[in-house]
């Protein structure tokens, strides 16, 4: 797991600023503590910081062909980099470590582009061919490692995070305005773009050539529904899943420093740490977070798993004065607003972890393949309610909406809607109506284009609507969930690997048939039958709580996130333009009071004021109010 960046200048007889490359790898340090590359060759930069994993000793980066003309640098991990070694040493190309990173620079020279559908893993890398003057850059498949760039003054700047890109003195950080209304709807931002204007992501399966000053963008791999499921039964269903998930997990223990889970006691992360614990001769470290609030804390659980295995567990216990503190902080590791209170807690455990460990796995997910959130069930229910006539739905809408349960609210809202905006707004934490009631001006002009063309190619007119509801998730927001797993571990110099994203597992999940991912109100059928032949029987059982934050009292304490709320108050924020500083009182007030449960609307609102403090403005050093922040 390491860092990358790199400029090249669109001018091929330009040399790229040598001050600028040294910068943006430094603000990566928590990337790579171990080891640091640059390289300048012509018209580009490449720069790397590496925390060391594989073959410590020959892993050093900016990483070279044998010929010293094609160079890489490299964030992730090549699961089956040994079986393409074998191919590409039989084929006569000569290796000088036992890295990944040279198997990718091997295969690039043997098969170009065509050559990254055969790796499995999780990559973010660019490659500059030196005597075809190109730059490549690429991602894998489901996006579970970040590659940002940008094209400013003739360079393009790339980066696995943007505060890197922020370094370069061409680049000047401004608000994505036309992201707000997505980012506090659906707490994220979808496809290419960014929070941040005109930084983009690199598309998950996609790959960047930028070749004789033009740059192209195109996939090498892409989800899409399948025509037709498979025909098979609960016995072998099960049986597959856990042939594919037992080898996902043994490709991901490969390593040459300690490694652990993350396990919650939830079902998917305790299969994982199972089938690690089976697979693993050494000791195997677990680690869970929890909370002193007794009603949210389900440590428990995790304590089972660990006892039924004989993992060596580690709980932390985290307070919300500890929480808080560490919020405008790790926003700044995050790069963007912090839009799930859980990102929070991958950090403080993170931290822990790397007291023990340098890799752990998680079970990050299992939930979109398989159908574990409860509002998968949500279109089902909307499309027996639409057999009633759109009027009759209006008044219905009218009726739930009088009480203050904030999800009787939404689902109230969505009754009068066609079944494509429910599906469309299926992951929407926050009403637009509500959103749109607090933005005012150009926050008010909403690019929602990449969210509705995955939904356009879910088929939702001829196909089933949880389905398109689970496809949706997939495609928009796996990239973003996997997002703060990545910048929090690495905030803590800790690499996290994720076994269900495998691609081999994702591509036969997809055409598992829908009955046998939820049955009646049943989510996650045949991962809880999995659980059944392997987990205690207190695991499977359990409820499902989804890693939950106290958030809601949490903001009604001084002492914890409710000192935030004075930010509502001050010439920054009601000077911002984008915002009606009036409604976010409002609810701010009726929060307070209890009288409703705002939680999710001034969370939002909290991290995107700090955000915008600690990036745009730099009005606020989180660093230096937290001196020991690493």
């Known amino acids: 797991m390491c860092g ?9 007889v330009k040399q790229v600023d040598r001050h600028a490359l040294e910068k943006m790898t430094d603000i990566m340090f928590h990337r790579g503590p171990d080891d640091e590359g640059m390289l300048l060759s012509d018209n580009c930069g490449l720069g790397f910081r590496r925390l060391s994993i594989i073959d410590l000793a020959l892993g050093h980066q900016p990483m070279s062909n ?54 499995n893993g999780m990559f973010a890398f660019a490659i500059f061919d030196g005597p075809r003057k190109r730059l490549v850059l690429a991602r894998d498949r489901m996006g579970i490692k970040p590659l940002h760039y940008t094209v400013t003054n003739n360079n393009l700047i790339f980066a696995s995070e943007i505060k890197s890109i922020l370094e370069h003195p061409n680049v000047k950080a401004g608000l994505n305005e036309q992201a707000l209304e997505e980012l506090l709807t659906f707490r994220y931002v979808s496809g290419e773009k960014t929070i941040f204007k005109n ?53 991901r223990l490969m390593s040459d420093v300690p490694l652990g889970t993350f396990c919650s006691g939830g079902v998917d992360s305790s299969l994982i740490t199972a089938y690690a ?27 089972i798993v660990s006892k039924s295995y004989g993992t060596s567990h580690h709980v932390l216990r985290i307070d919300g004065k500890t929480y808080a503190d560490s919020l405008p902080k790790l926003i700044w590791y995050h790069d963007i607003p912090i839009y799930h209170p859980c990102t929070v807690l991958i950090y403080h455990v993170s931290r822990l972890a790397r007291k023990y460990v340098a890799v752990v796995l998680t079970g990050e997910g299992s939930d979109e393949e398989f159908g574990g959130y409860p509002r998968f069930l949500i279109p089902r229910e909307y499309a027996r309610l639409h057999k ?27 009754l009068p809607c066609s079944l494509e905006e429910v599906v469309f707004y299926n992951a929407a934490y926050v009403t637009p109506e509500l959103v749109n009631s607090i933005l005012s001006g150009n926050g008010a002009l909403a690019d929602l284009e990449y969210r ?8 939702i007119n001829s196909g089933n609507l949880v389905e398109a509801t689970m496809f949706s998730d997939l495609k928009n927001y796996i990239p973003s969930a996997l997002h703060p797993q990545d910048k929090m571990c690495m905030a803590a110099s800790i690499e996290n690997r994720v076994p269900f994203m495998d691609h081999n597992l ?48 949490w903001l009604r304490q001084k002492e914890s996130l409710g000192r935030y709320l004075e930010m509502f108050s001050e010439p920054e924020f009601q000077e911002r333009g984008y915002i009606k ?33 600690i990036f745009i403005d730099k009005s606020l050093n989180p660093l230096a109010l937290s001196p020991n922040h690493h």
């Open 66 to 119: 044998e010929h010293g003309d094609v160079w890489i640098v490299f964030n992730g991990e090549i699961y089956n980099h040994q079986d393409l070694r074998k191919d590409l040493e039989a084929k006569g190309h000569i290796y000088k470590t036992r890295t990944d990173t040279e198997t990718i620079i091997h295969l690039y020279e043997e098969e170009g582009i065509d050559g990254f559908k055969k790796m």
């Open 452 to 459: 509705r063309s995955v939904i356009a190619e879910a088929k």
């Open 277 to 303: 614990k089976l697979a693993s001769n050494s000791e195997l470290h677990t680690f869970s977070v929890g909370f002193h609030e007794e009603d949210w804390d389900e440590t428990r659980y995790a304590e």
């Open 388 to 414: 009633f006539p759109k009027f009759m739905r209006q008044i219905f809408k009218g009726l739930i909406r009088q009480f203050p349960n904030r999800k009787l609210n939404k689902f109230g809202y969505f």
């Open 4 to 12: 990358i960046c790199g400029i090249l200048s669109l001018q091929t």
């Open 506 to 553: 994702v591509e036969w999940a997809i055409r598992v048939p829908l009955h046998l991912k939820i049955r009646g109100m049943k989510n996650k059928y045949i991962i809880k039958k999995l659980g059944e032949k392997m987990l205690p029987h207190e695991v499977i059982g359990r409820q499902k709580v989804g890693f939950g934050v106290p958030v809601a009292g």
């Open 581 to 613: 500083v009036e409604k976010v009182k409002q609810l701010v007030d009726e929060h307070l009071s209890g009288q409703f449960n705002h939680c999710e609307i001034i969370w939002n609102l909290i991290n995107l004021e700090l955000w915008h403090r």
């Open 199 to 251: 930084i983009l992501n690199v598309l998950p399966g996609h790959f960047l050539i930028c070749e004789n000053g033009s740059i192209n963008i195109s996939s090498f791999w892409s989800l899409s529904l399948p025509n037709k499921f498979l025909d098979i039964d609960e016995k072998a269903a099960v049986n597959k899943l856990e042939e594919l998930l037992r080898a996902s997990v043994e490709l």
